[in-house]
């Protein structure tokens, strides 16, 4: 039974990252973080955390909710992307004008407050409907499908996210002497800009 559970676990961690890892709004800000070397843990923190709980109401059952009430989602797409937009707008404006405060990697200016990266964090998260789709509808759809090994399948989905953010953060601060300049941060921005208002068009498109 233990290496039925193990192999579930193990199922769960490949699966979790195969949804997981992409290129997405989520990631790109913890990229921009953990170049910036500001607040990582606590960023990664939410992150993990948000997907755990998310993944845990999937496997509880939530993901048979949620398919009941398809103008959540429709609102979801509507507000994510707006808010997705509204970053890349920001993103562009640091990218156009650049300032100390903005790139903090340039010179020795702060970036932005503890909770204003935790509340973009959790917002990139929250208000993202593909968050949804992948941990509560798919994760905990195929958790369920476990039966018994249900909960070993989700510890290994939750692990993948936990693995994927922190080597997401903590490998993007090893990249901070390339950004030791207001030109890097700039391209930067520029790259986030683009794929920020890309992804909100697409949400709201696809609504």
Same mark, same amino acid.
């Given at each position: 039974? #233990?290496?039925?559970?193990?192999?579930? &676990? @193990?199922?769960?961690?490949?699966?979790?990252?195969?949804?997981?890892?992409?290129?997405?709004?989520?990631?790109?800000?913890?990229?921009?973080?953990?170049?910036?070397?500001?607040?990582? %843990?606590?960023?990664?923190?939410?992150?993990?955390?948000?997907?755990?709980?998310?993944?845990?109401?999937?496997?509880?059952?939530?993901?048979?909710?949620?398919?009941?009430?398809?103008?959540?989602?429709? %609102?979801?797409?509507? @507000?994510?992307?707006?808010? @997705?937009?509204?970053?890349? %707008?920001?993103?562009? /404006?640091?990218?156009?004008?650049?300032?100390?405060? &903005?790139?903090?990697?340039?010179?020795?200016?702060? #970036?932005?407050?503890?909770?204003?990266a935790l509340g973009t964090a959790l917002a990139l998260t929250w208000l993202n409907p593909h968050t949804y789709l992948d941990t509560v509808l798919t994760l905990g759809s195929i958790a369920n499908s476990h039966a018994d090994? /249900?909960?070993?399948?989700? %510890?290994?989905?939750?692990?993948?996210?936990?693995?994927?953010?922190?080597?997401?953060?903590?490998?993007?601060? /090893?990249? &901070?002497?390339?950004?030791?300049?207001?030109?890097?941060?700039?391209?930067?921005? &520029?790259?986030?800009?683009?794929?920020?208002?890309?992804?909100?068009?697409?949400?709201?498109?696809?609504?």
């Amino acid at each position: 039974m #233990t290496t039925t559970y193990l192999l579930t &676990a @193990l199922v769960g961690l490949v699966t979790g990252a195969g949804l997981i890892i992409a290129i997405g709004p989520q990631n790109v800000f913890v990229i921009r973080q953990g170049i910036a070397g500001r607040y990582v %843990v606590p960023v990664i923190a939410v992150c993990a955390v948000s997907d755990i709980i998310l993944i845990g109401a999937g496997t509880a059952g939530l993901g048979a909710v949620v398919p009941a009430h398809p103008n959540a989602i429709v %609102v979801a797409r509507y @507000l994510g992307g707006a808010y @997705l937009i509204l970053l890349g %707008v920001f993103a562009a /404006k640091r990218a156009w004008r650049p300032t100390t405060a &903005a790139h903090p990697g340039a010179e020795t200016g702060r #970036t932005v407050g503890l909770w204003t990266a935790l509340g973009t964090a959790l917002a990139l998260t929250w208000l993202n409907p593909h968050t949804y789709l992948d941990t509560v509808l798919t994760l905990g759809s195929i958790a369920n499908s476990h039966a018994d090994a /249900k909960w070993a399948f989700a %510890v290994g989905a939750c692990l993948s996210s936990l693995l994927w953010f922190a080597t997401l953060g903590f490998g993007a601060t /090893k990249m &901070a002497p390339m950004f030791a300049s207001t030109r890097a941060w700039r391209l930067l921005d &520029a790259a986030i800009a683009t794929v920020m208002i890309a992804l909100g068009a697409l949400l709201i498109i696809s609504a």
